[in-house]
């Protein structure tokens, strides 16, 4: 007599069917806190308990990729688990794909390559479990382990069916798009006849392939969705929880798979629903093991205290704080001399245009440094070919917002990146710091600067300082997990 039966229901849930007094305490034990719970205004009016929970009391659904922490609760509570044939299909594809990436034909300008262990190994686990979140750090390759698993099933698996891979911004629509025309050249895939990159277009719905962001897809009704056997999603962190959960379950694909360079466990909501929906993690590598083994540039992070000499009355609230910070002259002054002094190219990012990335522009002008200014507002084109002109560029500016190049673009020949704006976002971080670990025939070393600002507060009670202080205290706590050098300069400037 078994205590629960778990079911198949479609791609991406099972259903457990047990008693109402089990499903209650699944109900329970799949509940977690959301981030940031506390300072939800349904939470302070008491009408939610500030939790998610991924496990459904009245039908017995939860997400596919959780099967394993319902195994562990049945084993926990000594109860007895019959699991249906068809779910054991959701996780197993028998196929010969060893044989099949052993004559890809990888390419990169024009020069074969081979694809590294650990992206073999992702490309394998990923097809033949049909569902997987792989884990693969900046300039770990991540655009060639999705070019394998795309180009094997739709050569070899689909029929008719279509393959559709989502990523975060629309310049990395173009970029991945080029990217595979690139890995293509000497195996003769015929990119463009088989890719689309728009959705709206009428004679591209029929192509086998649409690579497109999840802005332009995550209110589609779910008949949009019919068709797409295989779902690749990049970036996957990037998604807000709305949008992501609504993709993955309008897209009943049999195979799934999630792709980030950074996922914060300590997010446990995040983590579950990206697990859920994507099977379980496999880590291919670490940053600190490419910088071993020279695949990618050795990091040094430079950390820049500034101190103010004199101060006014300064606000507590973060933003005003902020504001005050980037309207600084002197330290604007700063950021714009030392990107002139350092030799190769540099990448300044910055969080508001209007208030300081317009600023900054203006400030560079004195200087005979080329500058190019990248923001929201810049067309996809425009990027792409400032991104062309900066890979053979040799001692250029580039001024561009977290947003737009935080995450995902590909500029190997980056000497040197400037945090012009305080930030304490994990992913932001790794994100931004990954776009200078590309290396290139002449680079092999890549500078971070740091910028952190003491305004007030008491080294006494690190508590009591400022904001831009505290998430600078939040960024060395990465920088120590993932193994990278720093140092800490002190600047005192007078306020203005």
């Known amino acids: 007599m078994f205590d629960i039966e ?33 300072f939800h205004p349904k939470y302070k009016a008491r009408i939610w308990d500030g939790k998610i929970r991924f496990f459904s009391y009245q039908n017995g659904y939860i997400y596919v990729g959780l099967i394993k922490d319902v195994l562990e609760y049945c084993k926990s509570e000594n109860l007895k688990v019959k699991i249906d044939d068809e779910v054991k299909t959701l996780f197993s594809f028998s196929c010969d794909i060893e044989k099949y990436l052993e004559n890809l034909a990888l390419s990169a300008h024009g020069e074969r390559i081979e694809l590294r262990d650990y992206q073999r190994k992702a490309i394998i686990n990923a097809i033949t479990q049909k569902r997987k979140l792989i884990q693969s750090p900046t300039s770990s390759g991540k655009s060639s382990i999705i070019y394998g698993i795309t180009k094997y099933l739709i050569d070899e698996v689909f029929e008719h069916e279509r393959m559709l891979i989502v990523v975060p911004t629309v310049n990395l629509v173009t970029q991945l798009k080029s990217d595979f025309k690139d890995y293509s050249t000497l195996n003769g895939w015929d990119v463009d006849s088989l890719v689309s990159t728009s959705t709206d277009k009428k004679d ?78 496999m880590v291919t590598t670490t940053t600190k093991k490419l910088m071993e083994e020279g695949i990618v540039a050795k990091l040094k992070v430079n950390c820049i205290h500034i101190k103010y000499s004199f101060l006014g009355k300064i606000s507590k609230d973060y933003q005003e704080e902020i504001d005050w910070i980037i309207r600084q002259d002197r330290r604007n002054e700063l950021i714009i001399e030392l990107a002139n002094n350092l030799e190769g190219n540099v990448l300044i990012l910055f969080s508001l245009v209007e208030k300081h990335g317009k600023i900054l522009r203006e400030l560079a002008k004195k200087y005979n440094k080329e500058v190019f200014f990248v923001y929201g507002g810049t067309d996809v084109d425009q990027r792409e070919n400032i991104r062309r002109i900066a890979e053979e560029h040799k001692g250029c500016i580039i001024l561009a917002s977290y947003q737009t190049f935080s995450t995902g673009v590909n500029i190997r020949n980056i000497r040197h990146i400037i945090f012009a704006s305080p930030t304490k976002s994990f992913f932001r971080v790794i994100q931004s710091i990954g776009r200078g670990l590309r290396t290139s025939s002449t680079k092999t070393h890549c500078d971070v600067y740091d910028l952190f600002d003491e305004i007030y507060g008491s080294p006494k009670d690190p508590n009591t300082y400022n904001f831009s202080m505290k998430h600078f205290a939040e960024r060395v706590k990465i920088y120590i997990k993932e193994g990278f050098e720093y140092t800490i300069e002190k600047i005192d400037l007078e306020a203005t």
Do not use: P
């Open 6 to 38: 778990i079911r198949k229901v479609n791609n991406v849930y099972i259903q457990v069917v047990a008693d109402a007094s089990i499903r209650m305490g699944l109900t329970e034990y799949f509940a977690r806190y959301v981030k940031g719970y506390k």
């Open 204 to 281: 591209d719905r029929n192509k086998r392939i649409l690579i497109t962001t999840w802005q332009s897809i995550y209110k589609n009704d779910e008949d949009w969705f019919d068709g797409f056997r295989g779902m690749i999603f990049d970036e996957v962190h990037q998604a807000t929880a709305k949008s992501l959960t609504g993709i993955g379950k309008k897209c009943d694909a049999e195979f799934r798979i999630g792709l980030s360079g950074s996922i914060n466990n300590e997010d446990e909501t995040s983590e579950m629903t990206l697990r859920g929906l994507f099977g379980f993690k």
